[in-house]
């Protein structure tokens, strides 16, 4: 089994900026694909960025051109930058692996609050 530990979510102002970071742990094949996904208060989860085994990345054109999602292979860790945030993107950030291929299942983490104020 794979786990999933996000961090580095908090408070901040209106256009500011938070990093995120997840960690994973287990049963890990380096460079499996991941993403990101949010929920928002009284909200269905929703996709907010993918990278791929092969780096390519896709995001939620609600985000894209704001937030960058990257990786640290040797570390195990996955990092979504939020630039220029807005009230919109409160939400519980989560992080997730995509075993499917392998495992039949995704991974989840247990997430991360971003609050971000106006």
């Known amino acids: 089994q794979v786990q999933l530990v996000e961090s580095g979510g908090g408070l901040v102002q209106a256009g500011g900026s938070l990093r995120p970071s997840c960690v994973a742990s287990g049963s890990i094949f380096s460079g499996n694909a991941m993403g990101w996904y949010r929920q928002a208060p009284g909200k269905q989860r929703e996709f907010v960025a993918r990278i791929t085994i092969r780096s390519t990345t896709l995001y939620a054109n609600s985000v894209k051109g704001r937030f960058t999602i990257s990786r640290d292979t040797a570390k195990n860790t996955v990092y979504l930058q939020m630039n220029s945030l807005t009230p919109e993107d409160t939400a519980v950030y989560y992080c997730?692996?995509?075993?499917?291929?392998?495992?039949?299942?995704?991974?989840w983490g247990q997430g991360t609050q971003v609050t971000v104020s106006s």
């Open positions: 997730n692996a995509d075993y499917r291929w392998r495992d039949g299942i995704e991974y």
